[in-house]
């Protein structure tokens, strides 16, 4: 077991606050009136502030996840928990952070708004992930991120390598596991008690199919969710977003199918995309979308774009020239999309 010593990671000058203590902080119990919050008291199904530790939703995430409640934050979007990860352990101006390029945008939009200066730490040329390099490269920063599976290149990491990084880097080690629903490889959260370094991003925006909503789980030792806690903006999950996230965990069943049919779509468009004139490469994917290689990414995009099919050129991302990213969609997209491509026409 590996245990760090959070207090000497975190910044110094949040060690002794005092959080902001709303009204839903002071009073959880169940009062017959509440004159403690400056609501307007006519009910319209959102006029309360809502619980700001989201305990009820929380309860059903750790069955589901099989970890404790004090195991998980929720944030709006997991772009909130990396945004306050930085927040917690990184003062502006002078700590460093690492992440593995390619990777996905907002570690690096994260650090900049933070004033954190990012190492990249470049992936092997198949994506795959250099342990001793990252482990290099990494040295000195606060914290280290590794997407996997990756976006946009859809592969996932072996977990040896990852526990590898996870026993000889002495800062924080942040999982991104927004895809792990669509991979066959376990999630990290198993670790959870066995690294104090170890946290793991997952969301509600993919395989869960609540983009909209806005809801990023965070798991980390009781410490680190306690200080992120202490961080966050009083109410950052608001009332919709918790009671329509517990209605979809009511009955799983949608879900599963959803993802099972995606993995099933996953199977066929690799096979048939490999097939099609113009696609010159086509990478492995764990996740819910396909990174291709083409001849020509912007008459590629274009092409399908006057076709009314909208991907993603990821052509700028290190190691991914002449690359599109294409997400899975219902069968009936994914025929139109492989009908389209068949018959483009290049020079
Ligand atoms: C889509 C995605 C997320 C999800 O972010 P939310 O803010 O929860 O919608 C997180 N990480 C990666 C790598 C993603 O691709």
Same mark, same amino acid.
Not at 30 to 37: E, G, I, M, R
Not at 42 to 68: A, F, H, M, T, W
Not at 74 to 81: K, R, T, V, Y
Not at 309 to 322: A, D, G, P, Y
């Given at each position: #077991?590996?245990?760090?010593?959070?207090?000497?990671?975190?910044?110094?000058? /949040?060690?002794? #606050?005092?959080?902001?203590?709303?009204?839903?902080? !002071?009073?959880?119990?169940?009062?017959?009136?509440?004159?403690?919050?400056?609501?307007?008291?006519?009910?319209?199904?959102?006029?309360?502030?809502?619980?700001?530790?989201?305990?009820?939703?929380?309860? *059903?995430? %750790?069955?589901?996840?099989?970890?404790?409640?004090?195991?998980?934050?929720?944030?709006?979007?997991?772009?909130?928990? =990396?945004?306050?990860?930085?927040?917690?352990?990184?003062? %502006?101006?002078?700590?460093?952070?690492?992440?593995?390029?390619?990777?996905?945008?907002?570690?690096?939009? %994260?650090?900049?708004? $933070?004033?954190?200066?990012?190492?990249?730490?470049?992936?092997? =040329?198949?994506?795959?992930?250099?342990?001793?390099?990252?482990?290099?490269?990494?040295?000195?920063?606060?914290?280290?991120? =590794?997407?996997?599976?990756?976006?946009?290149?859809?592969?996932?990491?072996?977990?040896?390598?990852?526990?590898?990084?996870?026993?000889?880097?002495?800062?924080?080690?942040?999982?991104?596991?927004?895809?792990?629903?669509?991979?066959?490889?376990?999630?990290?959260?198993?670790?959870?008690?066995?690294?104090?370094?170890?946290?793991?991003?997952? &969301?509600?925006?993919?395989?869960?199919?609540?983009?909209?909503?806005?809801?990023? #789980?965070?798991?980390?030792?009781?410490?680190?969710?306690?200080?992120?806690?202490?961080?966050?903006?009083?109410?950052?999950? $608001?009332?919709? &977003?918790?009671?329509?996230?517990?209605?979809?965990?009511?009955?799983?069943?949608?879900?599963?199918?959803?993802? !099972?049919?995606?993995?099933?779509?996953?199977?066929?468009?690799?096979?048939?995309?490999?097939?099609?004139?113009?696609?010159?490469?086509?990478?492995?994917?764990?996740?819910?979308?396909?990174?291709?290689?083409?001849?020509?990414?912007?008459?590629?995009?274009?092409?399908?774009?006057?076709?009314?099919?909208?991907?993603?050129? *990821?052509?700028?991302?290190?190691?991914?020239?002449?690359?599109?990213?294409?997400?899975?969609?219902?069968? !009936?997209?994914?025929?139109? /999309?492989?009908?389209?491509?068949?018959?483009?026409?290049?020079?």
């Amino acid at each position: #077991m590996k245990r760090i010593a959070i207090e000497k990671l975190i910044r110094p000058d /949040l060690i002794g #606050m005092m959080a902001y203590s709303s009204a839903r902080d !002071e009073y959880s119990g169940n009062a017959s009136v509440y004159l403690d919050a400056n609501e307007n008291p006519y009910n319209n199904g959102v006029n309360r502030y809502p619980d700001p530790l989201q305990l009820k939703l929380k309860e *059903r995430i %750790s069955e589901i996840k099989n970890v404790s409640k004090e195991q998980l934050f929720l944030g709006n979007g997991s772009d909130e928990c =990396i945004d306050l990860l930085f927040r917690l352990f990184c003062i %502006s101006g002078k700590d460093q952070v690492t992440a593995i390029n390619p990777s996905y945008g907002m570690y690096s939009v %994260s650090a900049r708004i $933070n004033q954190i200066k990012l190492n990249e730490s470049k992936l092997n =040329i198949d994506f795959s992930l250099n342990t001793e390099q990252i482990i290099k490269d990494a040295e000195g920063s606060k914290l280290l991120f =590794i997407c996997s599976p990756n976006n946009p290149t859809g592969n996932s990491f072996p977990k040896e390598q990852l526990i590898e990084i996870l026993t000889r880097f002495d800062g924080i080690v942040v999982i991104d596991e927004a895809y792990i629903d669509f991979a066959d490889d376990e999630s990290m959260l198993t670790e959870l008690l066995n690294f104090s370094n170890l946290v793991v991003c997952q &969301t509600f925006s993919k395989a869960y199919g609540m983009a909209g909503i806005r809801l990023g #789980m965070l798991f980390a030792s009781p410490e680190i969710i306690s200080w992120m806690n202490k961080i966050k903006p009083p109410y950052n999950i $608001n009332q919709l &977003t918790q009671t329509f996230a517990f209605d979809k965990l009511v009955n799983l069943n949608q879900v599963q199918n959803e993802i !099972e049919s995606i993995k099933k779509e996953r199977s066929f468009l690799l096979k048939e995309l490999a097939r099609i004139q113009c696609v010159e490469k086509v990478y492995p994917s764990d996740s819910n979308f396909i990174l291709i290689k083409v001849k020509n990414t912007i008459d590629s995009y274009n092409y399908l774009k006057n076709n009314g099919i909208v991907v993603r050129n *990821r052509s700028s991302q290190l190691l991914c020239e002449n690359c599109l990213r294409l997400t899975i969609g219902t069968p !009936e997209e994914n025929l139109l /999309l492989l009908k389209t491509l068949k018959e483009m026409k290049y020079e």
